[in-house]
Nanobody, 124 residues
C-alpha cells in the first residue's frame, strides 16, 4: 500500500513537501516514482528514486525545483517542491516500480502499485 499526503493550496513561488508512506514492502527492495495528472491531461512522470537511493531523476519541467528523497527507516519517500508554478497544479501519485522490469521510469506500466493521490493546487 502507498499513501500520499502533504498536498494543498499554495501561492505561486511557494513550497510543499509531499510524503509517500509505504506498507507491505520495504523501500530497500523497490524503487519509487512520483507522477502527476492535471485535469484533461495525461499522467506524467515527475521524479524517480532507485531502491538504493543512489539514482534519482526528474522531468525537465521540474528539474532544479523539485527534490526526491527517502527514509527507509520510516518507509517514506518525499517530494520537496519549491518555486511552484500554476502549471504544477495536479493530483500527485507515488507508485512502486515492479522488480526486474525494464523501461523508462517515467512510463506508467513499469509500476504495479499506486497510491490514491494528493491534490496540489498552485494559485494566487
Amino acid at each position: 500500500q502507498l499513501v500520499e499526503s502533504g498536498g494543498g493550496l499554495v501561492q505561486p513561488g511557494g513550497s510543499l513537501r509531499l510524503s509517500c508512506v509505504v506498507s507491505g514492502f520495504t523501500l530497500d527492495y523497490y524503487s519509487i516514482g512520483w507522477f502527476r495528472q492535471a485535469p484533461g491531461k495525461e499522467r506524467e512522470g515527475v521524479s524517480y528514486i532507485s531502491r538504493s537511493g543512489g539514482y534519482t531523476d526528474y522531468a525537465d519541467s521540474v528539474k532544479g525545483r523539485f527534490a526526491i528523497s527517502k527514509d527507509n527507516a520510516k518507509n517514506t519517500t518525499y517530494l520537496q517542491m519549491n518555486s511552484l508554478k500554476p502549471e504544477d497544479t495536479a493530483i500527485y501519485y507515488c507508485a512502486r516500480r515492479q522488480l526486474n522490469i525494464g523501461g523508462r521510469w517515467s512510463t506508467s506500466n513499469v509500476y504495479d502499485y499506486w497510491g490514491q493521490g494528493t491534490q496540489v493546487t498552485v494559485s494566487s
